[in-house]
Each structure stands twice: as C-alpha cells, then as structure tokens.
C-alpha cells in the first residue's frame, strides 16, 4: 500500500520556468511532510518542509503548498535552473505521541531543467 | 565533515557471507535511522534508534538483518547469509529527534550481491 503518491515519474522544464512537482497521500495522520532532492549516488539532501497547521512555507525559489483537505502538497521551484536537475522525494511523517519521525517516501520525480 | 558518514562507500560480495555497515550521524543528533532503496523507488524505512535504544524494526527487516547503535553515536546494519535481493542502496540518516525537525541523510552504501 503506497500511502505516499508521486504519481509523474518525471518532469521536463525550461531554465527559468516555474517547476511544479505534485505529492498526494492517503494516511490522514501525517502531519509533518518533506521535500528531499536526490543526486544519482548520493543520500537524498533536505530541501523543505511543511507542518500540518501550515498550508505553505518559503524558502528563496522553493515554496511547498499543503491542501489537507486534498490530501496533497506541491513543490514549487521558481526560477528553475539546470541545477536543480535531480530526482525529487517527497516524504511523510505521523509524530503522534512525539513518535519516530519515521519519514515515508513516494516513488520520486525525475526534473530536467533545459538551458 | 560534520555531516552523515557512511562506511563503505560500495560493497560486492557473494551470496551467503556477511555484511556490515557503519553510520556515524551528526553528533548532536540522538535519533538515527536506517533506510533501504532500490532502483526506482523511494528510501524505505528500516528500523531507528533513540540513542542506544532501538524502538521500531520495519516488517522488511528479516532475521538477517540486525542494527545496533550501543553507545549511542554510531550504529552497524549487519546483513548475514546475504541473497541477491539484499542488493540495495543502504541509507542511514539522523536527526535532532524535536518537532518538526528534518532527518539528514549520508551518502548510502550501495550492497551488491553476485
């Protein structure tokens, strides 16, 4: 049961366009949600994150929008640049009883940004 | 470095002999993580640690499998009798174990088993 969803396996965008990357889950207890960028090799690195009382959070170009209601969040990269070519995970936690911070991941997004 | 430092970096080895791995989290960080991740998808969950005490295994870690993180600082992930779907990029991360605070990842050790 996949209860984090990405469901485009990638993403074409030009250099300086705006990149949306899109995360749907099912548990209605995750309440913590997280953006990591991955590079082939290497340990996914943390780009955002959102808490549940939030509906968005900011960080210079990257801004993550959360629908509870949906149950979807989304990522939000402004401008893009080539740089940012590498696959995105988004993840998920339930800290109910300031539990584990176990993170669940989707399947990830492979972004291509074109100079 | 302060960062995540996963030891080794890539391990062959052939089916049947023991592994283990070694992750040194951020030293402030009381809570450590192991992850697995295999081609086309998403780190999943392992088993974690708050400080030396390990509170939750995942229903993939088999009786091959076992953690230890004894002082606290750094933990071992050994995998015995290892089979050809043990191959897998093995993740450890940490964090700070507060609210709403992001778990760090190292760079993995990528198992192959031939």
């Known amino acids: 049961d996949q209860q984090v969803k990405q469901n485009s396996p990638s993403l074409s965008v030009q250099e300086g366009r705006i990149s949306i990357l899109n995360c749907d889950y099912t548990?209605?207890?995750?309440?913590?949600f997280l953006w990591y960028k991955k590079y082939p090799a290497e340990g996914p690195t943390f780009l955002i994150s959102?808490?549940?009382?939030?509906d968005k959070n900011e960080d210079g170009r990257f801004t993550v929008f959360l629908n509870k209601s949906a149950k979807h969040l989304s990522l939000h990269i402004v401008p893009s640049q080539p740089g940012d070519s590498a696959v995105y995970f988004c993840?998920?936690?339930?800290?109910?009883?300031?539990?584990?911070?176990?993170?669940?991941f989707g399947t990830g997004t492979l972004l291509a940004v074109q100079p | 470095d302060t960062g995540v430092s996963q030891n080794p970096r890539h391990k062959i080895t052939k089916r049947g002999q023991n592994v283990t791995f070694r992750c040194d989290p951020i030293?402030?960080?009381?809570?450590l993580y192991w992850y697995r991740q295999t081609l086309g998808q998403g780190p999943e969950f392992l088993t974690y640690?708050?400080?030396?005490?390990?509170?939750?295994k995942s229903r993939l870690l088999s009786d091959r499998f076992s953690a230890e993180r004894p002082k606290g600082s750094f933990s071992t992930l050994e995998i015995q009798r290892t089979e050809q779907g043990d191959s897998a990029m093995y993740l450890c991360?940490?964090?700070?174990?507060?609210?709403?605070?992001?778990?760090?990842f190292g760079q993995g050790t990528r198992l192959t088993v031939v």
């Open positions: 991360a940490s964090s700070l174990g507060a609210t709403d605070t992001e778990a760090f």
């Open positions: 640690f708050q400080n030396e005490a390990q509170l939750e």
């Open positions: 030293s402030e960080h009381n809570r």
């Open positions: 993840a998920a936690s339930a800290r109910y009883g300031g539990a584990t911070n176990k993170l669940i």
């Open positions: 959102i808490s549940s009382i939030k």
């Open positions: 548990n209605s207890m995750f309440d913590y």
